[in-house]
């Protein structure tokens, strides 16, 4: 009997694999996977912060900023010299002349005897206002007697009443210097400065009539004031 053979196919073993596969990457340590997280985030926070430019680029442009400052322009005057007005002083009697004609007045005529007459005119005229409004003061303070019983009402009414006093308090000051404006008329000094006896100004005079020194003189007085309390 004749045996027969097997394909060599067929009892031929399998042959291997060509390339294994890879194994299996191992996981990561808790540990392992903190201190990644910290890295990545030191990373990011250097990232935010750091400079993206020269430092030492704005410090050699930085310029400081130039302040501007303005000069005040001083305020004009409330009267300019009318040169039409230059002779009403001589036409026109005291009682008709205006700020305007005795400040047009030439110069060299300065503090000339109508000059002092309109100043006296002007002066008595101001003594008598604060006289009236201080007999006013009276007649409201002996009509205002009468006890008021709403207390708000009460309250108001004395608020007036101080108010009044404080105001004519002031001008009792006034009306001394008032006085002394009219005895320097009287004597002849009206009209020019009580410490350097240079001319006050009209100008200056007739803003204020009771003027004793000069503008300078005026400041150099306050800032001493102010400075040592005298």
Avoid at 44 to 70: F, G, I, L, N
Avoid at 156 to 174: N, S
Wanted: with cysteine; aromatic share 4%.
């Amino acid at each position: 009997m004749v045996k027969k053979r097997s394909s060599p196919t067929a009892a031929a073993p399998a042959p291997a694999a060509a390339h294994a596969a890879p194994p299996a990457p191992r996981k990561p340590s808790a540990a392992a996977a903190r201190r990644a997280q910290q890295a990545a985030m030191h990373a990011q926070t250097t990232e935010a912060v750091a400079p993206t430019h020269d430092p030492r680029a704005a410090k050699a442009s930085y310029a400081p900023e130039t302040v501007m400052t303005t000069t005040t322009a001083a305020p004009a005057a409330v009267l300019a010299k009318d040169p039409t007005r230059a002779d009403n002083w001589k036409k026109l009697p005291v009682e008709q002349l205006t700020d305007a004609d005795i400040l047009a007045m030439p110069d060299e005529e300065y503090m000339n005897e109508v000059q002092l007459a309109y100043f006296r005119r002007k002066l008595l005229e101001l003594k008598q206002g604060i006289l009236h409004n201080a007999g006013e003061t009276t007649e409201h303070l002996r009509e205002d007697t009468v006890v008021v019983p709403d207390p708000a009402d009460r309250a108001t009414i004395e608020e007036e009443h101080a108010l009044e006093l404080r105001t004519r308090d002031r001008e009792r000051k006034l009306l001394k210097k008032i006085d002394q404006a009219l005895a320097r008329i009287d004597s002849g000094d009206y009209g020019y400065c009580e410490e350097t006896g240079e001319p006050i100004g009209v100008g200056r005079l007739l803003a204020r009539p009771t003027a004793s020194l000069s503008i300078e003189a005026q400041q150099r007085r306050e800032l001493k004031q102010k400075l040592f309390g005298d």
